[in-house]
């Protein structure tokens, strides 16, 4: 990727709210809504991290060479930033800045 340390994401989870995650309000006029963004996916890498038995590291947690328990997406951008790269804001096979190696496949690569 040229980069000697982390650009951007390393893992990354839903964070469209279109395709985001169902949860039941139960406060206020209540029921179903649908959350997604950063509120959603920084709690979901969370509890696969804490249900792997992850604890605090600030080097790099993730994979230890078991890429096959990642879903690597290969498609889409972050159409938010002008990029002078492909790889910061374009997904792409392999490390990519908006998805790093992909979405979690179970707790296997943590």
């Given at each position: 990727t040229n980069c000697a340390r982390r650009a951007s994401a390393?893992?990354?989870a839903v964070a469209d709210p279109?395709?985001?995650v169902a949860v039941?309000?139960?406060f206020g006029s209540g029921?179903?809504?649908?959350?997604g963004g950063t509120s959603a996916a920084a709690p979901i890498i969370a509890s696969v991290y804490a249900l792997a038995?992850?604890?605090y590291s600030n080097v790099t947690p993730y994979t230890n060479g078991n890429t096959?328990?990642?879903h690597d997406i290969i498609s889409g951008s972050n159409s938010k930033r002008?990029?002078?790269q492909t790889q910061w804001c374009s997904a792409r096979t392999g490390w990519d800045g908006p998805t790093g190696v992909g979405t979690?496949?179970?707790t296997g690569a943590f």
């Open positions: 390393d893992v990354s279109a395709t985001g039941y309000v139960t029921g179903w809504n649908v959350f038995g992850g604890g096959s328990n990642l002008k990029c002078p979690p496949n179970g």
